[in-house]
């Protein structure tokens, strides 16, 4: 008799981030561990990307060329998700922290203080 196990499939992450250092290292980084990961290099690609594939995760940059990660947030408002959204971002104050939570995100993530 053979083992026919299957294998689930690899969870999948979409990082929109305009940084290619950062997206690179991310997309290394979490691939190791085992996810497929797809990087989107600013907003306006990220929005379209999660509008026509399904994701686990998505994280945000705030900050954006062609549309910010608010903007992202703001036009997703009543569109079903299959995974979490959050930011991962460089901006750490009560404002911008409040503005992002009020779009019901999963985590608010500062990269460096």
Known sequence: MTDTAVTPPKKRI????DEPTLGNLYKVTLENAG?????APDGEV???MILTDQY???ALNTLLPKMSGYEVLEKLQGVKLKGKVGMLT???DDIHI???????ISFYIVKQN
Do not use: P
Request: aromatic share 12%.
């Open 14 to 17: 979409l990082c929109v981030e």
């Open 35 to 39: 996810y497929n990961v797809d990087i």
């Open 46 to 48: 990220g929005l379209r």
């Open 56 to 58: 686990d995760l998505i």
């Open 90 to 92: 460089n901006i750490y």
């Open 98 to 104: 409040t503005q992002a939570l009020k779009f019901g």
